[in-house]
T-cell receptor, first 113, second 112 residues
């Protein structure tokens, strides 16, 4: 398995609170991604990073911010969580190149009450 | 706008049968088409991938068929086994981009 650790694995919090999810990799891969997975929607890209301090938005970025201060860590922050952000969040990593696969972590299940 | 349309949403197959999942896309700039397999409680894992310069790619019991003119591609699982029960996602990526666009997934159940 690719060396990806997501933390926490489960979290329950209240509407309006800030939440930060962490993705840590040991593969020294350049690219890191945050997805959310919801029934009927598949996997949707929130934000991604192509290097330290280099990030860009995905298709569902509203309400989320990210930071990458080290190659190995990619943080996803919900500044003020809403119930619509209840989801399973997956981090992925990949190396550069046209056919490099994305390797996924095992996800964080986030419930916002 | 859904860029990759996947069907069916769910599929039940008997052990030993053939499972077929279909995907269609509109953007002709897509040039890389992977399939991912996901078991409950786990992240998706790459199963097999294809580029549009080939019409078919086979790895063990798994085959991707690609029809460039129809902008469709499909996953065939031969001799389906209960251990194949999982959710399958097709995806697509544009040349020069690192971003994948995923279909909505197909939940496959293989009955013993």
């Amino acid at each position: 398995d690719a060396g990806i650790t997501q933390s926490p694995r489960h979290k329950v919090t209240e509407t309006g609170t800030p939440v930060t999810l962490r993705c840590h990799q040991t593969e020294n891969h350049r690219y890191m991604y945050w997805y959310r997975q919801d029934p009927g929607h598949g996997l949707r890209l929130i934000h991604y990073s192509y290097g330290v301090k280099d990030t860009d938005k995905g298709e569902v970025s509203d309400g989320y911010s990210v930071s990458r201060s080290k190659t190995e860590d990619f943080l996803l922050t919900l500044e003020s969580a809403t119930s619509s952000q209840t989801s399973v969040y997956f981090c992925a990593i990949s190396g550069p190149g046209p056919d490099q696969p994305q390797h996924f972590g095992d996800g964080t299940r986030l419930s916002i009450l | 706008q859904q860029q990759v349309k996947q069907s069916p949403q769910s599929l039940i197959v008997q052990k030993g049968g053939i499972s077929i999942i279909n995907c269609a896309y509109e953007n002709t700039a897509f040039d890389y088409f992977p399939w991912y397999q996901q078991f409950p409680g786990k992240g998706p894992a790459l199963l097999i991938a294809i580029r549009p310069d080939v019409s078919e790619k086979k790895e063990g019991r798994f085959t991707i068929s690609f029809n460039k003119s129809a902008k469709q591609f499909s996953l065939h699982i031969m001799d389906s086994q209960p251990g194949d029960s999982a959710t399958y996602f097709c995806a697509a990526k544009k040349g020069g981009s690192e971003k994948l666009v995923f279909g909505k997934g197909t939940k496959l159940t293989v009955n013993p």
